[in-house]
């Protein structure tokens, strides 16, 4: 009979995008307390993995709270220090009604506040401050495009990140996380962590994990890893380059027992590989018209045209207009594009089908993307924008669950283009977004897609081909034309006093 163990629970993911104007406040959250977190079994989520392994364990689970938010703008520093006085709520009440053998943390890693660079790292470091945590095992799960820190590393006992991108393996890596909770407890014995960051950053379509450079650091990683068995776990962090951090880019963190020799010179392995294939990070992108005129000479479909300069999985608006202008340029027929826009969904409200308005579609969210599409669009239906998922592993149900609101969208022809027009900007990481709005996307000849690699567990299986475009837009790849400030010194390709 396995000794009787209370783990609190809590989670915190936001990636934050320090280059667009927006401020990501309160209502941006989705926010649940107490017994709303045990609900997520079942979701898909990384909170859905522990709670598994939590009940396989027979753990009591102590939820806390869980803020939630899509990437967006720099995070108002009232909403952070909202969730940690809860946070600080429930575990002080933790602790005083029978106390704590551990936490365990649902984390993104790359969340900025208007006032504080690591918020991950501070909340770790709040959790050790308390009397009664300062040697209590803290575990987590954090995401691949974290922008990890010193400090993380300090006050944690393991973190573990995803493996792959897109994130297929994000609840797999949940799961990975909680059972090393369960060996500490079992076993007696706490790892701690070591990090350190490379002098390099990657945008993010430098950072699938199916291509070099990053293949070649998971396969170091796993090797390390079986080389020596008190490194319980050795993280890639791919890094967000939307960040403007001190310790943005690519790093390494390791949780180990024992000797820290072992762990020093795995981290200087990792590092000095990074810097060694630092260029393979900066990939190719097309010309736009290019890319359509060899997807208009191409037979069959459909054709991915993605434009990581407005990933929306990265933090962008979702509604620059480059591709959709492109699609019109060329008289592309029977193709597709959605763009986030509220104020021109709003526009045709009480529309009927085939009814023609003339409508501003896009170009109000980035100064940096080109601008509104000013055209007569062909009203074709409407929703309420809800849709369920049809992947429970990708990296939208990992942080959202098994249902996601668009908010209220429309669908319009706009000359030969199908656009999907929503209220809310959605993650094209799932084609339940699209079916749901009557377009089929296998029947289709092109299909815009904002994304940089995660989209790939969706469209890959229906692609005919893919064209990554470059386009003007605030998740450029082209990295080093971004105004970093707080970025330290030397880091390829941003510095050009890196050691080439």
Known sequence: MSQHRRILLGALFHETHSFVDE???????????????????????????????????????????????????????????????????????????????????????????????????????????????????????????????????????????????????????????????????????????????????????????????????????????????????????????????????????????????????????????????????????????????????????????VEPADNIGGGAPGDATSVLRSFLRHGVENCAVAIADPAAVAAMLGARPGEIRTLSIGGKGSAIAEGPVEIEAAFVSASDGEFALEDLNSHLAASQGSRFSMGPSAVVRVGSVTVLLTSRKTPPFDLGQLRSQGIEPELLKAIGVKAAVAHRRAYDKIAKGSFTVATPGPCTSRIETLPFKRLRVGVFPIDDRTSR
């Open 23 to 305: 401020i990501t406040g309160l209502a941006d959250f989705t926010i649940r307390q107490g017994d709303e977190l045990l609900q997520r079994r079942g979701d898909g989520s990384t909170v859905d993995g522990f709670l598994e392994v939590a009940a396989a364990e027979s753990w009591e689970v102590v939820p806390t709270v869980d803020y939630t938010a899509l990437p967006a703008g720099t995070v108002d520093h009232a909403v952070f220090a909202r969730f940690l006085g809860e946070f600080d709520a429930r575990l002080k009440a933790a602790l005083a009604s029978g106390g704590l053998d551990g936490v365990w943390l649902a984390l993104h890693g790359a969340m900025v506040t208007s006032k504080c660079p690591d918020p991950e790292g501070a909340l770790l470091a709040y959790i050790r401050s308390v009397p009664g945590c300062e040697t209590l095992p803290i575990f987590g799960v954090f995401d691949l495009h974290a922008n990890f820190t010193a400090a993380m590393a300090e006050h944690a006992n393991a973190l573990v990140a995803y493996r792959e991108n897109p994130h297929t393996d994000a609840r797999e890596s949940a799961v990975r996380s909680a059972k090393l909770l369960a060996r500490a407890l079992s076993e007696g014995e706490l790892p701690r962590m070591l990090s350190c960051n490379a002098p390099v950053i990657w945008p993010p379509t430098g950072t699938g994990t199916a291509d070099r450079p990053m293949r070649d650091l998971e396969a170091l990683a796993r090797r390390i890893e079986q080389e020596n068995p008190a490194i319980w776990v050795a993280n890639v962090v791919g890094g967000y380059s939307f960040s403007d951090v001190p310790e943005a880019g690519v790093a390494f963190a390791v949780a180990f027992i024992g000797s820290k020799a072992p762990a020093l010179d795995a981290l200087e392995r990792l590092a000095q590989t990074a810097t060694d294939l630092r260029e393979l990070g900066l990939p190719a992108e097309w010309d736009i018209d290019q890319a359509i005129a060899e997807i208009l000479r191409s037979p069959g479909g459909p054709y991915i045209v």
